[in-house]
């Protein structure tokens, strides 16, 4: 966590990205969230923002994490993925097949992170969820 605390004083917004199949649960987001987060070397603290995509607008089981986590949700846009696609560092075919990006979970990081957005952790999944964080400038 020393880099964060470097990260955060230098006007870095760390943003965890997440995607869902409508049959998960909250915690199975929380646990997958806790697996990226010690991947990146951050904590809960270091992270400002849940983002997810359009897609996942309403999906009570990213709502459920985001409040239990105490996150801010923010839900981007289809433009705003879309423009993050080229930054995006996985593909899963059936979203590609399904909403035109390589990965819920990254374009969401990428697009709520700010200016020059990068990956700290690219996506990670279980069964039902994906988690990745970015790191952009505010």
Do not use: Y
């Amino acid at each position: 966590p020393v880099e964060c605390n470097k990260m955060k004083a230098q006007g870095k917004r760390i943003v965890i990205g997440v995607g869902c199949r409508k049959e998960c649960f909250a915690s199975e987001i929380i646990e997958l969230v806790h697996v990226a987060m010690e991947k990146s070397n951050i904590t809960i603290s270091d992270v400002e923002i849940m983002s997810t995509a359009w897609v996942k607008e309403g999906a009570l089981p990213i709502i459920h994490a985001a409040e239990a986590l105490d996150l801010p949700l923010v839900v981007i846009p289809k433009e705003r993925c879309e423009a993050m696609i080229n930054l995006a560092e996985t593909v899963s075919e059936k979203v590609v097949e399904l909403f035109a990006v390589p990965s819920i979970a990254e374009v969401a990081a990428l697009a709520a992170a700010g200016k020059n957005p990068k990956l700290l952790c690219a996506r990670v999944s279980s069964q039902s969820v994906t988690c990745a964080i970015a790191v952009g400038e505010k």
